[in-house]
């Protein structure tokens, strides 16, 4: 059995498969050569470049590229900001346990200490009356299980 590994395939692993190749508009993505409409990261970069090089309005390059304007301001940072590196797509929403602060967690422990069968959404009932802070017992049992990851030898 052969093992399909195609470049969209790749792409979408990387999680930079552009959604929607079929808006961008630009002729030199049309020909189906060297550039391709489907890698996110050659279209930002083709995008930004035809600004940069070309002279070109950012609205209409924005419309040319199948992108909005914000995401071409956005892209146009990231380049500034990071290099090439900067247009790979991001993870969006909070990058971590950022209400399971140390008080919290400390407050968990202690509360875990006293009863150690003590559920996850017990925890977060408790955290909420005691602390005034909304935490889902999804994040609780997240936060646990990295702790107990942490603490547990290799084998």
């Known amino acids: 059995m052969t093992r399909r590994n195609t ?8 999680k930079s498969l552009n959604r929607h190749p079929e808006r961008v508009s630009a002729a030199w993505f049309q020909s189906g050569g060297f550039f391709d409409a489907q890698d996110l990261v050659q279209v930002k970069y083709e995008m930004l470049r035809h600004v940069k090089h ?3 309005s ?3 390059t924005a419309a040319l590229f ?5 995401a071409f301001y956005q892209a146009e ?25 140390a008080q919290v967690m400390e407050f968990i422990r202690r509360r875990q200490a006293q009863d150690p069968n003590v559920y996850a ?15 889902h017992p999804r994040s609780i049992e997240r936060a646990l299980a990295r702790k107990k990851k942490r603490r547990t030898p290799p084998p």
Do not use: N, W, Y
């Not at 959404?121 to 935490?135: H, N, P, T, Y």
């Open 54 to 56: 070309e002279g070109a």
């Open 58 to 60: 950012k609205a209409d």
């Open 66 to 70: 199948g992108m909005s304007r914000p």
């Open 121 to 135: 959404r017990a925890l977060a009932g408790e955290i909420k009356a005691q602390l005034d802070l909304s935490v």
């Open 77 to 101: 940072a990231a380049l500034e900001r990071e290099g090439l590196a900067g247009l790979l797509p991001r993870r969006r929403g909070p990058k971590g346990a950022h209400k399971l602060t």
């Open 7 to 14: 470049k969209a395939e790749r792409l979408k692993a990387g």
